[in-house]
T-cell receptor
Framework: DAGVIQSPRHEVTEMGQEVTLRCKPI?????LFWYRQTMMRGLELLIY????????DSGMPEDRFSAKMPNASFSTLKIQPSEPRDSAVYFC?????????????FGPGTRLTVL | SQKIEQNSEALNIQEGKTATLTCNYT??????LQWYRQDPGRGPVFLLL?????KEKRKERLKVTFDTTLKQSLFHITASQPADSATYLC????????????FGTGTRLKVLA
């Protein structure tokens, strides 16, 4: 299996621009997570989906952030408009069943820089 | 408020020694606790899971303990090697009903040859 795939790996954009991050979970996994990692705050859960339905989006910082999962093999995280404080590494992760004993499989991350 | 604390300062140890990393939490009652390893420029990789009713879990050179009274987990790497150098993250699942893990900020380990 190819593992969790994220694109792009690096994104540099200017303040105010729209940014779209993409994720393909491991085939057969039924839950998907978006995290943001910074030095100051560590790894923060933004939102997670179970069977393509958003279950908990309490970590989404504000209305500028939105996430979708139109099907079991694809999810997007969009930031519009982007701000310099959004600069971070964004990770996508998936798990097989949705049980607390599941292992989370992380993608390689997208490093976002907002100038 | 809920808090997970890992030693934010890097831990340097000599090759061959046992590394011990600490994860302390407050105002949680975790049902499960996981440890992950993260290398620079990569996503975290799962290492071990321990349940609240388990005191200790082992996997090869790794050992995790879970003390729900002290609200602490310890992660040990015995016979450490330079290849063990990485950042180690602990993560707590607060309930078994939904899958939601809260991560600590991680501890950077450097094993010196």
């Amino acid at each position: 299996d190819a593992g969790v795939i994220q694109s792009p790996r690096h994104e540099v954009t200017e303040m105010g621009q729209e940014v779209t991050l993409r994720c393909k979970p491991i085939s057969g996994h039924n839950s998907l997570f978006w995290y943001r990692q910074t030095m100051m705050r560590g790894l923060e859960l933004l939102i997670y989906f179970n069977n393509n339905v958003p279950i908990d989006d309490s970590g989404m910082p504000e209305d500028r952030f939105s996430a979708k999962m139109p099907n079991a093999s694809f999810s997007t995280l969009k930031i519009q408009p982007s701000e310099p404080r959004d600069s971070a590494v964004y990770f996508c992760a998936s798990i097989p069943r949705g049980h607390s004993t599941d292992t989370q499989y992380f993608g390689p991350g997208t490093r976002l820089t907002v100038l | 408020s809920q808090k997970i604390e890992q030693n934010s300062e890097a831990l340097n140890i000599q090759e061959g020694k046992t590394a011990t990393l600490t994860c302390n939490y407050t105002n949680y009652s975790p049902a499960y606790l996981q440890w992950y390893r993260q290398d620079p420029g990569r996503g975290p990789v799962f290492l071990l899971l321990i349940r609240e009713n388990e005191k200790e879990k082992r996997k090869e050179r790794l050992k995790v303990t879970f003390d729900t009274t002290l609200k602490q987990s310890l992660f040990h790497i015995t016979a450490s090697q330079p290849a063990d150098s990485a950042t180690y993250l602990c993560a707590l699942a607060t309930t078994s009903g939904t899958y939601k893990y809260i991560f600590g900020t991680g501890t950077r380990l450097k094993v010196l040859a």
